[in-house]
């Protein structure tokens, strides 16, 4: 009898323990709520924000960044060696796997290199990674990336280049079904509502202390805010100032996005400099930042590289707001009365759709007879990115996360940039020399020159130096990164 019970205790404690493996009750879930819908889950192709909100978490890079910005290595085992001056070693780590069972290894990098800069494929990532010839093989474990000319900045590049499965790439679904080496695994996608993640058990890094995953899209901020208030929601983006006292938790850090209008000088009405001049005079900034802000971002100085890069012109300062002189400009080049179509979108940037109103607002106060155009995410990066027409005025929160000017001079200031605001060959030769010009202060001086010239003719309107604001459940413990990344990794939930 006492075999018998003991055997059915023993049966007992099985199922409660298997029970409570796989209770919900204990499983470490959260829902972020997030501003955008990735228009793909293809790492490499595009330049979307929600798509990096999801697969930083997927997917890893050769080199990485902590918390507080220090560039460190990722998958590669340690910093990289220049072995001459077109040429960079990468060791990389041993044993690591991508979640569907392929190695990691130096076919991976060439694969993933090569299918980055392919023409063919025209990433919209190529801002990033414009230097970069090719990856060589020179063994399993050890790859040289070869460059056009002297890059200064290539182990950063590879901060931001995702390695892709070679065999996964071709045969896979890499938009809908991501596979990466990283802590996360992508498990599920409903279309137009959430998306969900699951951690990487094998994860070489250890596996983490989150579960799984959900993100939301959700445009609105007040939604979000009442989503986070409800406790429907873990962490939300973009909190806008004014409820940072409403919510359990927030936080905040200096981000490193500058929101700034790209105007598209070969444009029947934004090609007179007159016009251009009068768009920046126009627009009141101080009262902005004031009203919109509450002390969460700075009026930028007469540029859109962000401040924290390499490369920033102290020098220059923001415009100044002369609505008089702004109009007196507007009849002075005939065009009172012409159109100006002024293209955004809502939802993924902090005031997003608020910057751009307003601006829009300021800018018919000159005579200009002003439309905007919110569009749809996906619809925005065509007309950003895209091969049609360069819109009048485009407005983006535009991110360095690689602290180089090279980043953004590439992809608005240089004629063949992604967001091209204008056609200016010897601007773009110029950004050319500043690339791979190894003398910092000789790529400095360079740098600055840019920003005057781009400056002085008015290629775009700079608005403001952005923090980064997040609200969060009582239970999130969380610090955010300065480069905008949200690593779940990173993130605990105290129940």
Not at 139 to 153: A, E, F, K, M
Not at 234 to 262: H, M, Q, R
Not at 308 to 329: C, V
Not at 405 to 422: L, P, Q, T, V, W
């Amino acid at each position: 009898m006492k075999k018998k019970i003991r055997r059915m205790t023993a049966g007992v404690a099985m199922l409660l323990a298997s029970t409570l493996a796989s209770s919900p009750a204990w499983a470490q879930s959260i829902t972020i709520a997030i501003g955008s819908e990735p228009s793909t889950l293809d790492p490499q192709l595009r330049d979307d924000g929600g798509e990096r909100q999801v697969n930083d978490n997927i997917y890893e890079t050769l080199m990485a960044r902590t918390p507080t910005g220090e560039l460190v290595p990722g998958l590669a085992a340690e910093a990289p060696k220049q072995v001459d001056a077109t040429t960079w070693q990468f060791e990389l780590r041993e044993g690591v796997k991508f979640h569907n069972g392929e190695p990691f290894n130096a076919d991976a990098v060439v694969a993933s290199v090569a299918r980055v800069i392919d023409p063919a494929n025209n990433s919209e990532q190529m801002a990033y990674f414009g230097t970069i010839k090719a990856a060589e093989k020179v063994d399993d474990l050890t790859v040289n990336l070869v460059t056009t000319g002297p890059d200064p900045i290539l182990p950063s590049r590879m901060y931001w280049m995702k390695m892709i499965a070679p065999g996964y790439s071709k045969d896979g679904d890499l938009a809908g079904a991501p596979v990466g080496t990283g802590p996360y695994k992508f498990e599920s996608w409903n279309r137009g509502t959430d998306l969900k993640l699951v951690a990487n058990s094998e994860y070489w890094g250890g596996e983490p202390q989150i579960d799984d995953v959900t993100y939301r899209f959700v445009t609105e901020p007040g939604t979000r805010l009442s989503g986070l208030l409800s406790g429907e929601f873990d962490v939300i983006t973009n909190l806008l100032p004014e409820f940072t006292t409403n919510v359990p938790k927030f936080a905040a850090v200096p981000g490193l996005e500058t929101s700034v209008f790209v105007l598209g000088t070969d444009n029947e009405v934004t090609k007179d400099p007159k016009v251009r001049e009068a768009l920046n005079l126009a627009i009141d900034r101080k009262a902005m930042v004031e009203g919109l802000f509450m002390g969460y971002a700075t009026i930028a100085k007469g540029s859109h590289i962000n401040p924290a890069a390499f490369g920033f012109n102290e020098k220059l300062e923001h415009y100044p707001y002369d609505i008089e002189k702004a109009r007196a400009l507007i009849k002075e080049a005939g065009a009172e009365g012409k159109p100006l179509v002024v293209v955004g979108e809502s939802g993924r940037w902090l005031k997003d759709r608020e910057q751009i109103e307003a601006v829009a607002g300021y800018w018919a106060e000159t005579g200009l007879n002003v439309t905007t155009d919110i569009q749809e995410f996906s619809q925005y990066l065509d007309s950003l990115m895209g091969d049609g027409p360069r819109p009048d005025a485009i407005f983006i929160a535009n991110s360095n996360e690689l602290l180089d000017a090279d980043r953004e001079m590439s992809f608005i200031y240089h004629k063949d940039g992604a967001a091209a605001s204008n056609s200016d060959a010897e601007m773009a030769t110029l950004i050319e020399a500043a690339r791979l010009e190894t003398d910092t202060a000789k790529r400095k001086a360079l740098y600055d020159e840019i920003q005057k010239k781009g400056h002085d003719l008015n290629y775009t309107v700079p608005l403001f130096n952005l923090q980064d604001i997040y609200g969060m459940s009582e239970r999130m413990e969380w610090q955010p990164r300065v480069d905008a990344k949200m690593m779940v990794s990173e993130m605990k939930v105290t129940e």
